[in-house]
């Protein structure tokens, strides 16, 4: 019974690279949340989605970033053109139902260092 | 954003108690979760509380008081293992995301 999946666990990038974070939900959840995590800070929202579909991407800056849910594959979350503020931990977590008054089960994040 | 606050850091040692507060805006709340982080893992479940009182688990337990937007984890007879991030984290009604403090780093010293 695995849990969220995440790869990779770390990845280096240089200043203006493309940065693609993917994430296998659990078994049988079709919910997925991407956070991020800054050193010193907490998780910040980035992005819901359902299979195929972006539900809330508020917490997801307007450039650069983009998330996709295929119906087929992992979760992704792709950074193009990184900067150094972009380096942080990147946290994929996954429930059953959506709304937030269902646990969230996390992955064990990918941790972005741009160079 | 919602203010979910919690202290930076504490120390406690080996058998002692502990207790983590936590407060939040009341307005749309919904429920609040309890998440512990080792450093460089992911955060794991440890409790959820919807209604106002004490949910016990073992060495851990979580209070509630909905109408002061507080909460507090309390870890009991505590263990080297317990060192770790201890995350507040506030689901508000019609939002499907939880907002986070910025985490409790507990140290436990022999």
């Known amino acids: 019974n695995a849990g969220v999946m995440q790869n990779p666990r770390h990845l280096v990038r240089r200043r203006g690279q493309e940065a693609r974070l993917r994430c296998s939900p659990m078994?049988?959840?079709?919910?997925v949340y991407w956070y991020r995590q800054l050193p010193e800070e907490g998780l910040k929202f980035m992005v819901y989605?359902?299979?195929?579909?972006?539900?809330?991407e508020s917490g997801m800056p307007k450039e650069r970033f983009s998330a996709e849910f295929p119906k087929e594959g992992p979760s992704i979350l792709r950074i193009q053109q990184v900067v150094r503020g972009d380096s942080a931990a990147y946290f994929c977590?996954?429930?059953?139902?959506?709304?937030?008054?269902?646990?969230?089960?996390f992955g064990p994040g990918t941790r972005l260092t741009v160079l | 954003g919602q203010n979910i606050d919690q202290p930076t850091e504490m120390t406690a040692t080996e058998g002692a108690i502990v207790q983590i507060n936590c407060t939040y805006q009341?307005?749309?709340?919904?429920?609040l979760f309890w998440y512990q982080q080792h450093a460089g893992e992911a955060p794991t479940f440890l409790s959820y509380?919807?209604?106002?009182g004490l949910e016990e688990k073992g060495r851990f337990s979580s209070f509630l008081s909905r109408s002061k937007g507080y909460s507090y984890l309390l870890l009991k007879e505590l263990q080297m293992k317990d060192s770790a991030s201890y995350l507040c984290?506030?689901?508000?009604?019609?939002?499907?995301?939880?907002?986070f403090g910025a985490g409790t780093t507990v140290t436990v010293r022999a």
């Open positions: 078994k049988g959840h079709s919910h």
């Open positions: 977590a996954s429930s059953p139902r959506g709304g937030a008054d269902n646990e969230q089960f």
């Open positions: 989605l359902q299979k195929e579909n972006i539900i809330d």
């Open positions: 509380n919807v209604l106002d």
């Open positions: 984290a506030v689901g508000f009604s019609n939002d499907y995301k939880l907002s």
């Open positions: 009341t307005s749309g709340f919904n429920g």
